[in-house]
């Protein structure tokens, strides 16, 4: 949903290339070639033999993402899991990043489901051993407390704007004025709801050009969606008592020498 929301809001809330043209094409991510082997590549190509267009797409996601990056006109949109201590400079350059952070329990929770849809990842085990990966620090992208904490370091700097998703997806409006602001972009009262509709979850998950459905028809990402259900407390579906427990215990620990906290909004049930 971020990208799409900075998208817009850079480019004048142009609904109709962004009801056209692929949100990969237009925001690519950087690393995404990464879990694209050669032998993974051709397990793609052979699944869709009978399709040249799949084929090429099956291509396309293998080409290292500096090559596409560097082939794009400026102003460049780009999508990065990476950690900013592997984005060096970047914030000194004067590149705007807008930094997403979430809650742990969520966030497992719904890279567990990614990881077992999708099928550059190929993950078959149940969510305890996976929650484990995670915790430990086996996950891409790992380990997360890391990760979080170098952006919260950098809160203050005037190019990155450090966000929760919970923020984001219980007051929409609200956090669209917030991240237009920083990107030195106004627009009306009417024009930001207007935007909030679009990105409303009942119509981002069923919109084709944000939910990677080119990944789906070439049977990359399994029958489910890109986008799942958008809300805060998933994790209390998948997490048993004692799972929980753990977790908590954990992130009390990791808590400890930050004054970083995750804002809690009860958003679950209202979805």
């Known amino acids: 949903m971020t990208q799409e929301l900075v998208w817009l809001l850079a480019n004048n809330l142009n609904f109709d290339v962004a009801r056209k043209r692929l949100l990969s094409e237009r925001f690519p991510f950087l690393e995404f070639s990464m879990f694209n082997h ?20 099956c291509r396309d996601i ?31 350059v004067g590149c705007k990043v807008v930094y997403v952070a979430r809650n742990p329990k969520d966030v497992a929770t719904s890279w567990y489901f990614l990881n077992k849809a999708i099928k550059t990842q190929g993950y078959i085990g149940d969510f305890a051993m996976f929650w484990n990966y995670f915790e430990n620090g086996l996950t891409p992208w790992a380990p997360y407390w890391t990760h979080l904490k170098e952006a919260w370091n950098l809160k203050d700097s005037k190019n990155l704007l450090f966000m929760f998703y919970e923020e984001i997806t219980y007051d929409l409006p609200k956090a669209i004025k917030k991240i237009a602001k920083f990107l030195c972009k106004e627009y009306t009262d009417e024009e930001i709801l207007k935007l909030a509709e ?3 979850i009942n119509n981002f998950k069923n919109n084709p050009m944000v939910n990677s459905s080119e ?9 489910n969606n890109f986008v799942r259900n958008g809300v805060n407390g998933d994790w209390k579906n998948i997490f048993t008592p004692e799972l929980n427990a753990k977790a908590d215990k954990w992130i009390e620990e990791n808590l400890k020498d930050t004054d970083l906290r995750f804002p809690v909004f009860n958003d679950y049930n209202k979805n």
Do not use: W
């Open 215 to 223: 990944l789906k028809a070439c049977k990359i990402i399994k029958e």
């Open 38 to 57: 050669p032998e993974v590549t051709r397990e793609f190509l052979l699944m869709n033999k009978d399709d040249k267009l799949k084929q090429q797409l």
């Open 198 to 200: 679009y990105l409303d």
């Open 62 to 92: 293998a080409k290292p993402g500096y090559e596409v990056i560097a082939k794009m006109s400026s102003p460049r949109f780009i999508k990065s899991h990476f950690p900013m201590s592997m984005l060096p400079e970047l914030l000194d």
